[in-house]
């Protein structure tokens, strides 16, 4: 299975190689409300900006998961031994994969990767850049 590239290749090209605070900066992006720091603090440079994309889908799907756990819980959950079996394994189902697209865009990141997340990379489209305001 091969993975869509981006537009910047970091790797080859020394103007837009990440040094290590925007290395570090595209990784706090996965780590939850955080992923709007790189938007504040460099919001010229491609590599945290990226990754500040890819952790805003991230956020949003961990709200919409949550609301969706919170509906199963107060539906599904109120019954008495099933229910609560219910709603532990949809929990395990629905945030151990985001756990882990966390650690893998966390580690991407720091390895100065831009590659889109599975399932969800495709959409980094829709999430805006920065406003003019907070670029430099």
């Known amino acids: 299975m091969t993975q869509r590239t981006r537009d910047i290749d970091l790797d080859t090209d020394p103007q ?3 040094d290590s605070v925007d290395r570090w900066m595209g990784a706090i992006a996965y780590v939850t409300v955080f ?3 790189p938007y504040l603090l460099r919001p010229d440079h491609p590599h ?3 990754h500040a994309k890819q952790g805003i889908l991230l956020l949003f799907l961990e ?5 969706a756990l919170w509906v199963i819980e ?3 959950g109120r019954i008495p031994f099933l229910g609560l079996l219910i ?10 994969p985001i756990l882990g697209l966390a650690v893998l865009g966390f580690t991407r990141a720091l390895a100065g990767e831009t590659l889109p997340l599975p399932w969800i990379g495709r959409y980094d489209e829709v999430v805006p ?7 430099r």
């Open 35 to 37: 992923c709007f720091v």
């Open 48 to 50: 945290p900006r990226f």
């Open 16 to 18: 837009v190689a990440p």
């Open 74 to 76: 107060i539906t599904i």
């Open 87 to 96: 709603l532990v394994l949809a929990r395990l189902a629905v945030w151990l």
């Open 63 to 67: 709200v919409v998961a949550g609301l």
């Open 129 to 135: 850049d920065p406003p003019e305001l907070i670029q």
